[in-house]
């Protein structure tokens, strides 16, 4: 009875206490996707100058990404990386994972990944890694003993079927695969194709193996959060196989797992579906989750120079989510943004505005800060990061993948410390971004201006911070403007703070006018207004 309190009291001593009543990291942050094998290749060690980027490489181009010094304004800025997967796999991407807890050879050694985290810690920036629990690759050494042996204790790892169930997948594609070519062959369920067997989560075993993956990387390796790979389709329930409440609850006890490890993990989910499902998610299936609709109604509204439905998305977004959500424009299964949008650089600006301006937890997909293009298939658009002209600052040798013929003019050399330039845009918005509290923490007022191509909204937090946001999300310039506010400001002129252009006009009443030069196409302001009442 004695030595129970001397228990506890040596641990709460031995353990950090959570400060709960801190906002998460994550609410404040900035994250920067990368594909490690397009990012940068090392130019020392066994790895060096083969054409294929790895840790060494990356490590080496952190300051790029974030210096770890608030003084210089070279760096990008961002907070945090998200690494797409990394671990062994017979394909370039990775997403078919053979060894769970292992670092791909062509990108390092763990001891290389493990100076990559300190750097980046020591940076500020940090990492989350991508974890695909829905699937592995079909040579992996569970499927491989599975489907070899009916009576192996890793068959009921997987998903199996003696007739065919009849029934296909979400988009209907065939998702029951034979394990051989005998036509009476036993069946198993790959959602997305016969080389990537969905594992059963149903079964405990796997679940536990699955969390002792999560435990090493968090506790061995020190990662800072977890993507979650397609995980709308976890657990399905015959055909419906997408979203069950199954899946979500799956989701919960393995968050709650990783916050027991570590009070700060972060997992934000790739739930490909409507505002409306994704929701279901958030906060306690995971912390956080990508907003698909959004993001697609930003580059539609850029394409077609009408901003009322990325307003009405705006507004549905906010409502939808208690936490901020995860925003961005394209990731790496998407043609790539400037692609979109025609290579319009006006319009890749004004995406990063709108993006940058807004609430919630905004994502960059490498590349898309410079104006990388390239449409499906995929590997074009994951192309090598355009350092230079030449190609040569990614990779002294061939590189893996061809970059985009725009590399020439496109590309970090030609546009860093350039005012005018994408890359700078970019840098201001995310320094502004991170210097405005208004910008980061509080919510958004969509407001209804009379003219469809403007794009407006306040950001006011419960202190009564506040700015005005306007995007023309036209191409047109529109000469003379009063955008309508939701309540009236003390008169004074108007004053940007994106550092883009000076505004001639004023605030009066419930009105900012816009005179003089008024709003060119595609153009940004962010109008300081004084502290709500
Ligand atoms: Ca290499
Ligand atoms: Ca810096
Ligand atoms: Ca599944």
Redesign the pocket.
């Known amino acids: 009875m004695l030595i129970l309190p001397a228990v506890s009291c040596a641990m709460a001593l031995s353990q950090p206490a959570a400060d709960t009543t801190a906002r998460p990291w994550w609410h404040d942050a900035v994250f920067y996707e990368v594909f490690v094998r397009s990012f940068a290749?090392?130019t020392d060690g066994p790895?060096?100058?083969?054409?294929?980027?790895?840790f060494r490489?990356l490590t080496a181009r952190l300051d790029y990404l974030n210096d770890g010094d608030p003084a210089t304004t070279t760096d990008l800025g961002i907070d945090a990386i998200w690494l797409m997967p990394i671990n062994e796999s017979p394909s370039y991407h990775g997403y078919d994972i053979v060894d769970y807890k292992s670092i791909d050879a062509?990108y390092g050694t763990p001891e290389d990944f493990r100076a990559f985290i300190d750097a980046a810690h020591e940076r500020g920036i940090r990492i989350i890694i991508d974890l695909v629990l829905n699937h592995c690759s079909n040579r992996h050494p569970w499927f491989e003993e599975a489907a070899s042996d009916p009576d192996s204790p890793k068959r009921d790892w997987f998903i199996w079927a003696d007739q065919d169930p009849g029934y296909r997948g979400p988009w209907g594609q065939q998702v029951w695969h034979r394990v051989s070519h005998d036509q009476d062959a036993p069946l198993y369920y790959g959602c997305f194709y016969r080389g990537m067997p969905d594992l059963n989560l149903h079964n405990p075993a796997v679940t536990a193996e699955l969390k002792e993956i999560a435990r090493f990387w968090i506790q061995d390796m020190g990662v800072d959060g977890f993507r979650l790979d397609a995980i709308k389709h976890l657990i399905e329930d015959g055909a419906t196989q997408e979203n069950t409440q199954a899946t979500i609850d799956w989701l919960e006890d393995f968050n709650a797992y990783c916050k027991s490890l570590n009070p700060d993990f972060f997992t934000v989910g790739e739930v490909w579906s409507t505002t409306d499902q994704v929701a279901r998610y958030i906060p306690a299936a995971v912390d956080t989750a990508f907003e698909f609709d959004l993001a697609q109604t930003i580059i539609d509204g850029l394409n077609t120079g009408d901003a009322t439905k990325i307003r009405d998305r705006i507004a549905l977004v906010a409502d939808a989510y208690d936490t901020p959500v995860a925003t961005f424009l394209t990731n790496h299964d998407q043609a790539r943004l400037m692609t979109q949008l025609g290579e319009s650089e006006s319009k890749a600006k004004a995406a990063a505005s709108i993006l940058l301006t807004l609430p919630g937890v905004p994502f960059i997909y490498y590349g898309e800060e410079i104006g990388h293009t390239g449409g499906k298939p995929d590997p074009n658009i994951r192309t090598p990061m355009q350092w230079d002209a030449t190609g040569e600052t990614f990779?002294a040798a061939e590189p893996w993948r061809a970059a985009q013929p725009d590399a020439v003019r496109r590309n970090v050399r030609e546009q860093q410390g350039h005012p005018g330039s994408l890359l700078e845009h970019y840098r201001r918005l995310i320094d502004l971004r991170k210097s405005t509290p208004a910008l980061t923490q509080a919510r958004v007022i969509p407001l209804d201006p009379p003219e469809d191509a403007i794009l407006a909204f306040i950001r006011r937090d419960d202190t009564g911070r506040q700015c005005l946001v306007v995007v023309n999300t036209s191409a047109d310039p529109i000469g003379w403007y009063a955008v309508p506010l939701d309540q009236p400001v003390p008169p004074g002129p108007l004053r940007d703070i994106s550092g883009n252009r000076r505004p001639f006009g004023s605030l009066s009443d419930d009105r900012a006018t816009f005179r003089g030069g008024g709003i060119r196409g595609h153009e940004l302001f962010v109008i300081e207004l004084p502290n709500a009442g």
């Open positions: 290749d090392s790895l060096a100058n083969d054409g294929v980027g790895d490489g062509e990779s």
